[in-house]
């Protein structure tokens, strides 16, 4: 047979749920207060009862002893049990409901008693304060048992104190007075501890539904889960409370926004300054995959409310997916001149063995030197005006996709920028962007043309891209600048409105300027205007060094 399994063991401590624990302190809670508050209220309670039992015996003390009868039948009459002064005290002891009601002489004996075989005798008590003028209150046992007395002197008509009056109160009525209090007291004890305990299951059960009906240690799991989660993803994540501020931010996006733990409690504004990414973090600018830009990051942001009326903002870094997507655009755009220069190759080469074949040498000769010469003279208009050797390739090369899409590139006459540039690619990305703009903008119209200046004013470079497209309206010149902001389709990588962006954020940072205005005879001119982008003729020498310095490195 195998053997029986092990019988389980009722384990006894804490639930582990966060509502039954709750419940069970502040049950507990409300039993203990309950339970102390009974007990502060029952011991003044008896103290209480016993100074109101002895202010009752002394006030019927002092209403006997206020009696001027009595001080007369005790001067004139012997204690005797039918004496004018023992009918009068039983007279006031009925009427009053005290135990007794004794009158005594200086001698201590009585003139009167509840017990009549006690008249004549002397009382068990020290009557001697109250002889001596006093008022007495006090608990104490005497013939008849425990009782609260009042003892007060009895004076005659000429004020002159002649014996005592005590009265008592038996001490077995207080005590039932107490023990009759103490069932209405539990009940209203009971009562309140009832509506303790109905606070505390609702309240508990409001905890259940906001903690989901968790354990402290699921909670825990969860807070350390998601503290590792949140720090170890690489995607940024912006928490904001329900008046729009910061309450959390990972690590990530710390990095992708630059600041720090600084911001935490701050409104975006506050935290990053006025600008799109500030808006689409602060909910004024909505929608899906947000493109933002943060100084050189091109960002894609998504906002989700929360329960609590608060937000959550993730943030994905596309910099370099933008990047590979511009130079896939660019790459296309080559390949697609470079198909038309195959096609205009092979035209040409049909051309030159028509002639060839045609014994036409003489015709065949000037036709290749015109081909050469077209191809010379458009690289050796835009070298002699651009001596950095970046931004003249790039312009020869956009001269070759222009001439693609039917459009006129064309290096004004007024151009001269010498090679001492300080930054070359930067201003091969402005160029670029503004270009390949232009081109989008006059593509498909007719004598389309888009003209180039660049030159050199002191250290200051200035870039003028002119077109004859539609132009821009006045009230979106400033819109053109907005991240994320076109009225193009997007390509096929992603999101049109950064280009622009970009010149901008790069004219700005380097303390310069970028605007877009009307051009001559229509269509829109843009104005890039660079401080310090050229470097002094002391500088020149340093500045190429560093240059080859550092394309040596890039072709290691």
């Not at 050469?372 to 950095?388: A, F, L, P």
């Amino acid at each position: 047979m195998s053997p029986s399994p092990p019988a389980r063991r009722l384990r006894l401590g804490m639930p582990r749920r966060v509502f039954s624990q709750v419940l069970l302190m502040q049950l507990a809670i409300a039993a203990g207060v309950v339970v102390l508050a009974t007990g502060l209220f029952l011991a003044p309670l008896s103290n209480q009862l016993d100074d109101q039992a002895m202010r009752r015996a002394l006030a019927i003390a002092q209403t006997t002893a206020a009696v001027p009868q009595i001080a007369e039948d005790l001067r004139r009459t012997p204690p005797t049990v039918d004496g004018p002064v023992q009918r009068e005290a039983e007279r006031i002891r009925k009427a009053s409901g005290a135990e007794y009601v004794v009158v005594m002489d200086l001698n201590g004996t009585r003139w009167s008693h509840t017990d009549p075989d006690e008249v004549g005798g002397h009382v068990s008590t020290d009557p001697q304060k109250a002889l001596a003028g006093q008022d007495v209150m006090e608990i104490d046992s005497g013939t008849l048992g425990r009782s609260a007395r009042g003892k007060v002197p009895l004076r005659d008509s000429a004020g002159d104190i002649i014996g005592a009056v005590s009265v008592g109160i038996e001490y077995d009525s207080v005590r039932a007075r107490l023990i009759h209090a103490i069932p209405g007291l539990f009940a209203y004890a009971g009562g309140a501890l009832a509506v303790g305990a109905l606070a505390a299951w609702l309240i508990s059960r409001r905890v259940q539904r906001q903690t989901r009906d968790l354990a402290f240690s699921d909670i825990s799991a969860l807070l350390a889960e998601r503290e590792a989660m949140l720090h170890g993803i690489r995607e940024g994540v912006v928490a904001l409370d329900r008046s729009g501020r910061v309450r959390l931010l990972n690590d990530e996006a710390q990095r992708l926004l630059g600041i720090g733990d600084e911001a935490v409690g701050r409104s975006p504004d506050e935290a990053l300054g006025e600008g799109r990414t500030a808006d689409v973090l602060a909910g004024r600018v909505t929608g899906t995959d947000l493109i933002a830009v943060r100084g050189q990051r091109v960002l894609v942001v998504n906002r989700m409310p929360t329960d609590d009326d608060g937000a959550v903002a993730t943030l994905r870094d596309r910099t370099e997916l933008e990047q590979l997507g511009r130079e896939l655009d660019s790459t296309r755009g080559l390949i697609d001149a470079l198909r038309a220069q195959d096609h205009e190759h092979a035209n040409r080469m049909h051309t030159l063995l028509g002639l060839l074949e045609l014994e036409m040498y003489d015709d065949a000769v000037d036709f290749v030197g015109e081909v050469v010469g077209d191809h010379r003279v458009t690289s050796e208009q835009v070298t002699e005006k651009i001596e950095d050797p970046l931004l003249a390739a790039l312009l020869v090369g956009k001269a070759t996709v222009a001439a693609e899409r039917g459009v006129a590139l064309w290096v004004s006459d007024g151009t001269r920028l010498p090679d001492r540039l300080v930054d070359p690619r930067g201003l091969v990305t402005v160029v670029g962007n503004l270009v390949d703009n232009a081109l989008d903008a006059v593509a498909g119209t007719p004598h389309a043309r888009v003209e180039v200046e660049l030159r050199a004013e002191g250290r200051t470079a200035v870039l003028r891209i002119r077109d004859t497209g539609p132009g821009i309206p006045p009230e979106q010149r400033e819109l053109v600048f907005t991240e994320g902001w076109s009225t193009k389709k997007p390509p096929a990588h992603g999101k049109r409105g950064i280009g622009l962006s970009l010149v901008r954020r790069l004219a700005e940072r380097q303390g310069g300027s970028a605007t877009v205005g009307e051009a001559v005879g229509g269509g829109a001119e843009f104005t890039v205007v660079l401080p310090e982008a050229l470097a002094g003729p002391d500088l020149e020498p340093a500045l190429t060094a560093s240059v080859n310095s550092t394309r040596e490195e890039e072709s290691r």
